[in-house]
């Protein structure tokens, strides 16, 4: 299989992700309306809203996990969906590690870098470890062992193994302490810089406020707010934005 | 998040492509099951568990059924055979789907360039080879309790174990699947496959009885034998049709 691709297109590395008026429906219950948003290589976009208002639904549609009812979500000029090798741009970070907890680290990444066709697999792997601050950890110990905070470190390195361009974050703060946050969204800033289109799904405005330039606000499945500024929003205005959105 | 958050600075590393040839089908199916087999290679959780199960239960029928050292007949040693083969395949095929399901694992690995049709066989390859690890003793255990003479119809015995393996891990692996997000899958799993590996479980025992026979009927056995690989093709077909929507939870 030829994966897609940003070598054959050098323009595809850099272009941006576009939901074009998804719609998603379970049974009678409508989660997504008409919900159109372009997020862009080399900024951070926060998805916001309260509980039900459709957020991870739509990150799941565009990381290809759920199919849309009605719309498309495409990168440049190809359209991301389920069984399209284009899903090979994604890395998706949840609140769960996306791991194999069984297995040792490094042989998580190596699993996941043969899925993928990393050429420098091991190479890869034990950099990334040494990036996240796995490096000492020792190499036979399963990741049932490590704590919460490890998995999502070791989590995000899986993520990040191919080198997506497109990097996609549901709560992945969700149970990390303190120095694991700051840690994350160290990270989030990193690959802002490298020209990523960051993706993320949160309920924490403050982490949005420091982060994002892009705020995308859903209420009951539909846009409210569309908006993006030069620099990251500051929590006051977020807060602002947030209120005056979801109000009523 | 923290304050002050560094967005520049750091080492840049270039947004490059996905890779330019992803593995095929052949390739990604069997790093899946070379996947589940390391993971049990290390733990030896499945083998142990469904085997030690597996050895109970022929225990357990062999005082029941072994009376002044004259075994039973041959129709209640294949069924003894496939009673254990049965119990010890559905915890083993359960623990093989929480792997997936602990860590949320199966995510990721639906999030990567792999057909779900490579998911499916990986996970079948994988569940198939771990039910031979537990049968092949279990099977002469049996032989060795209940005086059964398997070892001089072998390759029969082996033929039917094999069948019946790979009819019961491909629709096993389907419902796995479908109740990985669910709270009750270990009960749900046995009431939900038991009845649906009847045709399979019948066969078996009936081909194997066929075979252990003072008077073995080979024509009977034969005819079982193609009643077996039949109903694994339409397991396997089904297995096919259903795994992805199972597995997307869609």
């Known amino acids: ?248 | 998040m923290a304050e002050g958050l560094p967005s520049e600075g750091h080492q840049r590393e270039p947004v490059q492509a996905p890779p330019a040839v992803i593995p095929g089908f052949l390739s990604q199916t069997i790093r899946i099951a070379a996947k589940d087999l390391s993971i049990e290679w290390k733990s030896r959780e499945i083998v142990f568990t469904s085997g030690f199960l597996a050895v109970v239960v022929v225990l357990v029928f062999s005082f029941a059924f072994v009376v002044g050292g004259t075994p039973p007949p041959s129709t209640v040693v294949a069924g003894i055979l496939w009673v254990a083969i049965l119990i010890s395949g559905v915890v083993g095929l359960g623990r093989a789907f929480d792997r997936e399901r602990d860590g949320e694992a199966v995510r990721a690995l639906l999030l990567a360039p792999v057909s779900r049709t490579a998911v499916f066989f990986g996970k079948l390859l994988a569940t198939v080879a771990l039910m031979l690890t537990v049968e092949v003793p279990v099977t002469i255990l049996v032989d060795v309790f209940f005086n059964a003479r398997l070892a001089s119809h072998a390759g029969r015995i082996a033929l039917f174990l094999g069948l019946g393996t790979v009819g019961f891990a491909a629709v096993g692996s389907v419902f796995s699947a479908a109740l990985l997000r669910s709270k009750s899958r270990d009960v749900l799993l046995s009431t939900l496959l038991y009845p649906i590996v009847v045709p399979l479980l019948i066969a078996g025992a009936r081909g194997t009885a066929q075979v252990l026979d003072p008077a073995p009927d080979l024509d009977a056995a034969t005819f079982w034998t193609q009643f077996m690989a039949v109903v694994d093709v339409a397991f396997l077909v089904v297995g096919l049709w259903a795994f992805e929507p199972v597995i997307s939870g869609e």
């Open chain 1, 1 to 248: 299989m030829t994966a897609p691709a940003a070598d054959a297109d050098p323009g595809l590395a850099r272009a941006s992700l576009e939901v074009s008026h998804v719609g998603k429906v379970f049974g009678r219950r409508r989660a997504l309306a008409d919900v159109s948003a372009t997020m862009r290589p080399g900024e951070i976009t926060a998805i916001l809203g309260p509980n039900g208002a459709g957020k991870s639904t739509l990150l799941s549609i565009v990381a290809t996990l759920s199919a849309a009812t009605s719309g498309k979500v495409s990168w440049g000029e190809v359209e991301l969906r389920r069984n399209s090798p284009h899903r090979a741009a994604l890395g998706y970070v949840g609140h769960d590690p996306g791991l194999y907890l069984d297995l040792p680290a490094l042989d998580n990444l190596l699993f996941f870098a043969s899925l993928y066709g990393v050429a420098d697999a091991p190479a890869r792997s034990r950099a990334l470890l040494e990036r996240v601050g796995l490096g000492d950890v020792p190499s036979d110990a399963p990741v049932r062992t490590f704590s919460r905070g490890m998995m999502q470190r070791l989590g995000l390195a899986r993520a990040i193994l191919h080198r997506p361009p497109i990097l996609l974050f549901d709560e992945p703060s969700a149970a990390l302490d303190p120095g694991g946050v700051t840690w994350l969204a160290t990270e989030l800033a990193r690959e802002r810089a490298a020209g990523r289109v960051v993706v993320l799904v949160t309920h924490d405005l403050d982490a949005a406020a420091a982060l994002a330039e892009h705020i995308v606000i859903l209420r009951r499945g539909r846009v409210v707010r569309d908006e993006r500024r030069q620099s990251a929003w500051g929590a006051a205005a977020l807060r602002a934005a947030y209120d005056e959105s979801c109000r009523g």
